[in-house]
């Protein structure tokens, strides 16, 4: 198997480290945590020569190839840029947690949602396929909902949580759609023919729905204005988190995501409007808030927004040299922001604070990390020698060259400078507020410098920071030319990351930057007021308020249309299907079609007047519950020998041993029931449903002989002639569940498994009325173990055993297979538990159901996934046919693996629901015998 495969999974079998290692020490725990994403590091760092030399690698599994989708990944030079980022700063952010979080904090739960987060993120940069990238996205949409409410005891680390999932999930929604339109306007789900039809997407009526929506993920998850609120609120979350979401993950997947499609849905006016000018305001409110923050963190993340909207500017120009430039400043921001979070959350875990009122003159107490801090926030402002001078001074260089907006495109350039001069206002008040300005205030321990190793991820991001600024084409000048030849498809304008290009415009205005910036942090008492003025918002308050209306009003709606009555539910549900399929059958000239007819005969007439008196008594008998149970089971094996007659044994089984395992599920249920039901419905109610019933049932009958008159293009043909040659059995039923059709029955046995899991909760605890007689009055018989019905039941266990086993076995050419064997099993081991009790059944058959259900979900997983291992699709069948004396020839499977799989986890879930039931009957009984 290609080995990019295994480049966003190994973080993912990384995240199960840090659960086991949580035992050991704290280092220990943090250095195995590394193993596995410092692997994937290397993996990737090994393809980025031949990266540099225009290499592209890709890889993919096919899943559904019919429907173009696959599991498919990419490693281009801008996957490559972000991989190193994902990875390189997790990596510092693992070393950095060892040391910020508490004793008290669970650091293996910790690790694994950051590694989750780690392997989600990657999965977004490195996949091929539109709806494989949607997956991820809203992978890193769960995984930093869990990071985020990490301190879940604290009320603003919940609603920020569920503040960042709430938009970023909505915008989610949006990008799905938006792919989906995208891949059906192109005719492919693959990334790598998406970027190439530029052309046809731009001149597509649907264009400017995909835009919209696919920018509404974006916007959302990059915290651009409007929807930036969200980011602030995030900072809840323990700092080493933040280092990461600010930097290098989450809010990077919506800038990764406009750099990605940049080729396919750029280069427009609707482009350009829509995300320049959404990116120059967020550029602007970011700026203008964080100067207002007294929050160390929050004045950081609100000047995470201004650069990302900065970013998505430079993005919608619409020019080459602006996309270079907006990669420049992706990894330049990476740096800057991750040590200047880890820094901020050094001052607060060593002075208890983060309030920038208290925390003043912290260089006397904290000298080395208040040096590393310092350069981080003059590169963040944009101060020569600094590598975020480098990308801002392209930055400012791309806003002259803009003409978009015609005679009003100047003020693009004097917007920006703006935005520079508030950059360099916050940046200094980060710098002077924090440590100098006087003496800490009310401080709740002394400030004093972190553990050595603490300080190490900061030591190496700011060395970068000042490395990439003074040396920028020797450290990333081949990746940013990567990078920015798989944004741009190849087409790599020229450019220079000179340090110096003599005195120029952009240099001037980075002076006024500069300057202003300090006049306005001196001024700053005059803006302070004047912000005073404007009452104050909470975000989380106004987001509450939002969300508490819509549900009042949902709530409202729903009872209106809701009353609790399931036959009114019923009613309007059947009178909308009749009326929307009888306008359909009007339409038809005649009902019956050409083809021939079946003659009746005397068998097929017998049952079917069974069947119709069965169903008819169970309705008259409705009021008897026990009573309608035995003529609703007569309609059950009717229907079972109707599959028989029509050449349908694997349905008749199924449908057989589903009907008695049905029957003592409803037994045992009806049980703890009134034996009769209250009459419930009036007269004129009765007509009312008869009529509708009748009506409804007419208009099924009509379109059932309208079909079966009638020739049909089936797939049939198609499994008939592929199921012994592509599945190796001709029971083609079971070869469409276990090959074909294998991903659906994997999924339909997890849902049993859960299902099953689920009521054996809900009734592991209950506590239920036990009536003490029947309903005539007459008492339980003391004798709850007939000796007739004990013996009788060993007897037959064995000989159930041998059949379910042959059933099994056989399934795969004659009709049987796992879930039909899981059946009959179950109902052997059910009739134990009547015939002797649970508690003479506990000392004899140890089963675990539960285990039972894992047991088999995973065996049938671990089938498919073995299928990977010699490059076939999931769950593909193996079988070839051998030799023994006497037995002669046979043939093995390796669909048997999964049958067992299915066979277990019905097996399983059956007993699991059944037994635990019947306990609940027993222990009750037992309770109020001892009572009496």
Not at 402 to 417: D, E, N, R, Y
Request: net charge positive.
């Amino acid at each position: 198997m290609n080995a990019l495969i295994w480049l966003p999974f190994l973080p993912l079998l990384g995240s199960l480290v840090p659960l086991f290692a949580a035992r050991f020490s704290r280092t220990t725990c943090a250095f195995m945590t590394t193993v596995l994403p410092a692997i994937t590091l290397l993996l990737v760092l090994s393809h980025a020569g031949d990266i540099f030399n225009g290499s592209l690698f890709q890889a993919s599994i096919p899943w559904i190839p019919s429907m173009g989708l696959e599991l498919a990944f990419r490693l281009d030079g801008l996957a490559l840029l972000f991989s190193i980022l994902i990875l390189g700063i997790g990596l510092l952010v693992i070393l950095y947690a060892r040391y910020y979080l508490s004793a008290t904090d669970s650091m293996g739960k910790f690790y694994a949602y950051l590694i989750l987060f780690m392997f989600a993120m990657l999965g977004v940069v490195l996949s091929d396929n539109l709806i494989q990238i949607w997956f991820f996205w809203e992978l890193t949409s769960i995984s930093s909902f869990l990071l985020i409410s990490f301190w879940g005891h604290k009320t603003e680390a919940r609603k920020g949580a569920r503040m960042a999932l709430t938009v970023t999930g909505a915008g989610g929604l949006a990008l799905l759609a938006g792919l989906l339109i995208l891949g059906d306007t192109v005719g492919s789900y693959s990334l790598q023919i998406v970027l190439y039809s530029g052309d046809l997407i731009k001149s597509s009526a649907t264009y400017p729905v995909i835009v919209v929506l696919i920018l509404l993920g974006a916007f959302t998850k990059s915290a651009q204005f409007p929807f930036h609120f969200w980011l602030p609120n995030a900072m809840a979350a323990p700092t080493p988190v933040s280092a990461y979401l600010h930097s290098a993950t989450m809010v990077k997947a919506g800038i990764f995501l406009m750099a990605r499609f940049y080729p396919a849905l750029a280069n427009t006016d609707l482009w350009f409007l829509i995300v320049s000018l959404t990116g120059l305001a967020t550029f602007l409110v970011g700026a203008y808030i964080a100067l207002f923050q007294h929050d160390l963190k929050g004045l950081l993340a609100n000047s995470t927004i201004s650069h990302l909207g900065l970013i998505t500017l430079l993005l919608g120009m619409g020019t080459d040299l602006a996309a270079v430039a907006a990669i420049f400043h992706i990894i330049n921001h990476a740096i800057f922001k991750a040590s200047l979070f880890m820094a901020a959350g050094i001052i607060d875990h060593e002075s208890g604070s983060r309030d920038m009122r208290q925390l003043n003159g912290l260089w006397k107490y904290m000298p080395y990390t208040a040096t590393l801090a310092m350069v981080a926030s003059a590169s963040m402002a944009g101060v020569p020698l600094m590598n975020g001078f480098l990308s801002k001074e392209m930055f400012f260089t791309e806003t002259l060259h803009q003409a978009s907006l015609g005679s009003l495109s100047w003020f693009i350039p004097v917007l920006a400078t703006l935005g520079g001069v508030l950059a360099v206002a916050y940046s200094t008040r980060f710098i002077h507020d924090v440590f100098f300005n006087g003496e800490p205030i009310n401080l709740p321990k002394t400030p004093h410098e972190p553990p050595r190793y603490m300080r190490v991820p900061v030591e190496i991001l700011v060395a970068l920071c000042l490395i990439v600024g003074i040396f920028p084409s020797m450290v990333v000048g081949d990746l940013l030319f990567a990078a920015a030849s798989a944004t741009l498809n190849g087409l790599v304008p020229v450019y220079s990351l000179a340090i110096w290009h003599g005195f120029t415009f952009p240099l001037l205005m980075s002076v006024i930057a500069l300057i202003g910036g300090l006049l306005v942090y001196k001024n700053r008492s005059h803006l302070f007021k004047f912000q005073s003025q404007f009452p104050a918002s909470d975000p989380k308050l106004v987001f509450e308020g939002i969300v508490q209306s819509i549900t009042a009003k949902a709530n409202r709606f729903i009872s209106l249309t809701e009353n609790g009555s399931l036959q009114r539910y019923i009613f309007f549900t059947l009178v909308l299907a009749v009326i929307m399929t009888a306008s359909s059958l009007m339409k038809l000239n005649t009902t019956a079609g050409q083809r021939t007819e079946i003659p009746l005969d005397a068998l097929s007439i017998t049952c079917a007047a069974l069947l119709c008196l069965a169903a008819l008594a169970t309705v008259v008998c409705h009021r008897s519950r026990m009573m309608a149970l035995i003529t609703l089971s007569v309609v059950g094996l009717i229907v079972s020998l109707a599959f028989a007659k029509f050449s349908a044994p694997d349905l008749a089984l199924t449908q057989l041993s589903v009907e008695v395992v049905t029957i003592i599920l409803l037994i045992l249920a009806l049980f703890f029931l009134p034996q009769k039901t209250p009459k419930e419905s009036s007269p004129r109610r009765v007509v009312r449903d008869l009529g509708l019933a009748s009506f409804a049932g007419g208009i099924v009958g009509t379109i059932c002989y309208a079909l079966m008159t009638r020739p049909l293009d089936t797939i049939s043909t198609f499994f008939t002639a592929n199921s012994k040659t592509g599945g190796g059995g001709t029971n083609i039923v079971n070869v469409i569940l276990v090959d074909f059709r294998g991903f659906d029955t994997l999924g339909e046995i997890t849902v049993l498994g859960i299902a099953a899991l689920g009521i054996y909760k809900l009734i592991a605890r209950m506590r239920l009325y036990m009536p003490s007689t029947d309903d005539h009055g007459r008492p339980w018989s003391k004798d709850k173990h007939p000796i007739l019905l004990s013996v009788i039941s060993q007897s037959l266990l064995p000989l159930a055993l041998l059949v379910s086993a042959y059933i099994f076995l056989r399934g795969h050419n004659m009709p049987g297979g796992g879930f039909i064997a899981g059946l009959i099993t179950s109902v052997a081991i059910i009739q134990q538990y009547v015939a002797h009790g649970v508690e003479w059944i506990k000392t004899r058959i140890k089963l675990d159901y539960q285990v039972m259900i894992g047991m088999g979900i995973g065996i049938s997983t671990l089938s498919g996934l073995g299928s990977w291992a010699f490059g076939q699709p999931f769950l593909k069948t193996w079988f070839d046919y051998f030799y023994l004396p006497v037995i002669g020839k046979f043939e093995l499977a390796s669909a048997m693996i999964f049958d067992l799989g299915v066979f277990l986890t019905v097996v399983g879930a059956t007993m699991l629901i059944l037994a635990n039931l019947g306990q609940l009957t027993t222990s009750e009984r037992l309770t109020q015998q001892e009572q009496e």
